[in-house]
T-cell receptor, first 113, second 116 residues
């Protein structure tokens, strides 16, 4: 029940295209859903996060869509650029009364020119 | 803001030696820090939760006598890999918890450990 599922495992998108990564969870106690971006040899960096009281959050080219009833959330990267090539991890936690952050297995994104 | 540093960024050691990795929150105080291990092309695996002034809480399967954690101040946690062996070679990442309404983790840049 603590698991966070993520797909696809890898993704290749052309420059200017839309990258979409999907995640699903089971634990309804989760109330904080961050996305992390990790470049090779670096630590993960918080990209964008959403709480379950909203269905969508947009920051620049990055948008999270959240479906509470389906227990699913997704990351959309608009106008994908080669510099977006990285590994993306979705995650979930009970942010209010702090609990562990559970990471998804990751998606390796390659944006080709 | 919310910057976390790690030192060293990479270390190579001989089998049987001990290695200490430092994790510092540079611009905020963190009563809670976390240590993760990441193998190539895999996700982050939580090893332990480090609480300032108290013993760390280890995840199942993580040997507490091998991975010693000390959180002596609100800005510093250390992970010591004792009697390191080649199978301990990995990317070790720490994070610090920023508590401000909702709690958020900020990650360090990681430490690459290679045990020969």
């Amino acid at each position: 029940q603590q698991q966070v599922k993520q797909s696809p495992q890898s993704l290749i998108v052309q420059k200017g295209g839309i990258s979409i990564i999907n995640c699903a969870y089971e634990n309804t106690a989760f109330d904080y859903f961050p996305w992390y971006q990790q470049f090779p040899g670096k630590g993960p960096a918080l990209l964008i996060a959403i709480r379950p009281d909203v269905s969508e959050k947009k920051e620049g080219r990055f948008t999270i869509s959240f479906n509470k009833s389906a227990k699913q959330f997704s990351l959309h990267i608009m106008d994908s650029q080669p510099g977006d090539s990285a590994t993306y991890f979705c995650a979930a936690s009970t942010g209010t009364s702090y609990d562990k952050v559970i990471f998804g297995p990751g998606t390796s994104l390659s944006v080709i020119p | 803001g919310a910057v976390v540093s790690q030192h060293p960024s990479w270390v190579i050691c001989k089998s049987g030696t001990s290695v200490k990795i430092e994790c510092r929150s540079l611009d905020f105080q963190a009563t809670t820090m976390f240590w993760y291990r990441q193998f190539p092309k895999q996700s982050l695996m939580l090893m332990a939760t480090s609480n300032e002034g108290s013993k760390a809480t280890y995840e199942q399967g993580v040997e507490k006598d091998k991975f010693l954690i000390n959180h002596a101040s609100l800005t510093l946690s250390t992970l010591t890999v004792t009697s390191a062996h080649p199978e301990d070679s990995s990317f070790y990442i720490c994070s610090a918890l920023l508590t401000s309404g909702y709690n958020e983790q900020f990650f360090g840049p990681g430490t690459r450990l290679t045990v020969l």
